[in-house]
C-alpha cells in the first residue's frame, strides 16, 4: 500500500463521468508528454489509447485488431498475422513506460504496466526502488549494459581476490624467509595478475570500459547517427514492392505506399487472383546483403540498445522519422522513403526510362563529370553504381544515411565503403566541420569485377555541404 491505495483499489476507482478528474487519466497525460513518448506521435498515441479504452470501461476494444486500426491508421481488412507493427510498437513502449517511471517519474505514486502477452494496461502503486546492491543476478532480462555491469562486479571480486592474496603474502613475508613460500609467492602473484587480465578482457568486450577502446575512422559519423535522445530507425528494403512495380509496369510513389494503397492502384496481370494479390500485398522479402548492413550496424559500438528499431519499409510511419535519426537501405525504387530526401541530393536515381531502369542522374556535373552513369556489362566485366548520402533529418535535429545501389552489387558495394575504416577516415575528415560534427555529404561509388574475381569498389564523385 502506498499513499492508502492498494493496487485493486487503484484498478477499481470508479471511472468519472470526465476522464480529466481521474488521477490514472492524468499519469497517463504525463507519460505521453514525456521525454521519452514525445519523439514518437504514434507511441504517445497507443498509450493514450489504451488506458482511454481501460478506464472507460471498454477493455474488450484493447486488442491487436482495434489497436491497428485505431491508433496506427491500418484499413479494416488488416491481418495481425500479416503485419506486427502494434507488437513491435508496444515492445517498445514497455521500455519506454520503464525509463519513464526509472528516471522522469520517479517520485509518481501510481506505475502504469503493460504486461506482456497483451494490450491492457495495469496501474498499480509505486513499490520502493530496489537497493541495487542486493539486487539478483538471475535477471532474466539481457542487455550489453546488464552484460557490462555483471563483469563489473566479476572484476570486483576478483580484485579481491587479489586484495587477499596481498595480505596473506605480507604477513608471511614478516616470517622467516623460507625458500617455499617465496615459491608460493610467485606462483599467487601469477594467479593475481592472470586473474586482472582476465577481468579487463571481459570488461572491454562488455562495453563498461568502451572508452578505452581506440576509437575508429568511422567513429565521427556513427556518434552523429547513434544517440541516447532518439530512436535510430533502419529501414531494409521492400523487396516485395520491386516483384509487384515490375508486373505493374510502373514506379509507386511514397503517398502510395504510406498509405498501402498501391495493392489497389497497380493494374496487375489478369492472371493474378485475389488471393495472389493478398500474397503480394502481405509478403515482407527483402535481401540478404540489407540484413547483413543491419547485422553490422547493430554491433557497431556506438550503437544504443534501446535506442536501435529495425522497422520494415511497409510498416513505417511518417511520425516515426520526423524527429529521428534514419538509416535507408535501397533505392526510392524499393524504399520508396528515400523520396522524402530525393531533392536533396544531387546523385538521383532514374525514373524517366522506367523500363531501362539502370542509370544515375548526375544533376550538376562538375568539370570532367558525365552527366549520367548507368549499368555496363561487357564479356566477363561488369559495372554499376551506387550512391551513398549523409543528409539532415526532417526536422533538422538529426541525421539520415541513405545506401542505394542499381543493384545489389551496387548496395554490397556501398556496404563494404561504409564499413572500411580505413577508406572512410579520409572521407569523413574532409567532412568535418569548425564544431567537429560531420557536414552532409554524398558519394557516387563505382563497383566493377571480373567473373570469379572480387569486386573492387571505389569513390569516383562527391560533394560536401
Known amino acids: 500500500m502506498k499513499n492508502g491505495l492498494t493496487e485493486d483499489a487503484i484498478q477499481e476507482i470508479p471511472v468519472p463521468e470526465s476522464l480529466e478528474e481521474d488521477a490514472r487519466w492524468k499519469l497517463a497525460q504525463r507519460v505521453a508528454a514525456s521525454k521519452g513518448l514525445t519523439s514518437s506521435v504514434l507511441l504517445a498515441k497507443f498509450l493514450l489509447y489504451v488506458c482511454d479504452r481501460l478506464l472507460r470501461g471498454s477493455v474488450a476494444e484493447i486488442t491487436e485488431y482495434q489497436s491497428g486500426v485505431q491508433v496506427f491508421g491500418r484499413r479494416t481488412s ?22 519513464y517511471f526509472d528516471g522522469e517519474g520517479c517520485d509518481e505514486p501510481i506505475r502504469i504496466n503493460i504486461p506482456r502477452g497483451g494490450y491492457v494496461p495495469v496501474f498499480h502503486p509505486r513499490t520502493p526502488a530496489k537497493d541495487p546492491s542486493k539486487a539478483s543476478t538471475g535477471d532474466a532480462s539481457f542487455s550489453i549494459e546488464g552484460t557490462a555491469e555483471q563483469a563489473q562486479k ?136 540489407d540484413l547483413n548492413i543491419v547485422s553490422r550496424l547493430s554491433r557497431l ?79 566477363n566485366s561488369s559495372k554499376t553504381y551506387a550512391v551513398m548520402a549523409f543528409l539532415p533529418s526532417l526536422d533538422g535535429n538529426g541525421r539520415v544515411l541513405i545506401l542505394e545501389g542499381l543493384t545489389m552489387a551496387g548496395t554490397e558495394a556501398a556496404q563494404d565503403l561504409l564499413f572500411d575504416e580505413n577508406a572512410m577516415a579520409p572521407i569523413l575528415e574532409k567532412g568535418r566541420a569548425a564544431d567537429g560534427s560531420l557536414k552532409p555529404f554524398e558519394l557516387l561509388i563505382e563497383t566493377s569485377g571480373i567473373t570469379a574475381d572480387a569486386p573492387t569498389a571505389r569513390v569516383i564523385a562527391s560533394r560536401y555541404y
Open 78 to 99: 488488416y491481418n495481425p498475422n500479416d503485419d506486427n507493427i502494434v507488437r513491435q510498437y508496444a515492445r517498445l513502449l514497455r521500455k519506454r513506460l520503464d525509463n
Open 301 to 379: 559500438p556506438e550503437m544504443v540498445p534501446d535506442r536501435f528499431v529495425i522497422r520494415y519499409a511497409r510498416e513505417l510511419h511518417m511520425d516515426d522519422i520526423k524527429h529521428s535519426n534514419v538509416i535507408l537501405i535501397g533505392s526510392v525504387y524499393s524504399n520508396p522513403w528515400v523520396e522524402l530526401f530525393e531533392d536533396k541530393l544531387n546523385f538521383q536515381f532514374d525514373y524517366k526510362s522506367y523500363s531501362a531502369f539502370d542509370a544515375i542522374v548526375n544533376k550538376h556535373p562538375l568539370a570532367g563529370e558525365p552527366a549520367l552513369f548507368h549499368n555496363n556489362s561487357s564479356g
Open 154 to 289: 566479476d572484476t570486483l571480486s576478483n580484485v579481491a581476490v587479489i586484495q587477499d592474496i596481498a595480505v596473506f603474502a605480507a604477513a608471511s613475508r614478516r616470517k622467516a624467509g623460507m625458500p617455499w613460500l617465496r615459491a608460493r609467492f610467485r606462483r599467487l602473484w601469477w594467479v593475481a595478475a592472470c586473474i586482472v587480465i582476465l577481468g579487463a578482457t571481459a570488461l572491454y568486450f562488455s562495453g563498461w570500459l568502451g572508452f578505452m577502446r581506440p576509437r575508429g575512422g568511422s567513429h565521427l559519423l556513427w556518434s552523429q547517427l547513434f544517440s541516447k535522445s532518439k530512436e535510430t530507425f533502419v529501414v531494409p528494403a521492400d523487396s516485395g514492392l520491386v516483384f509487384l512495380e515490375d508486373i505493374a509496369g510502373r514506379p509507386l510513389s511514397l503517398k502510395e505506399y504510406e498509405k498501402r494503397q498501391y495493392l489497389y492502384n497497380l493494374s496487375l496481370p489478369a492472371g493474378i487472383d485475389q488471393d495472389t494479390r493478398n500474397d503480394l500485398n502481405s509478403a515482407r522479402y527483402t535481401s540478404v546483403s
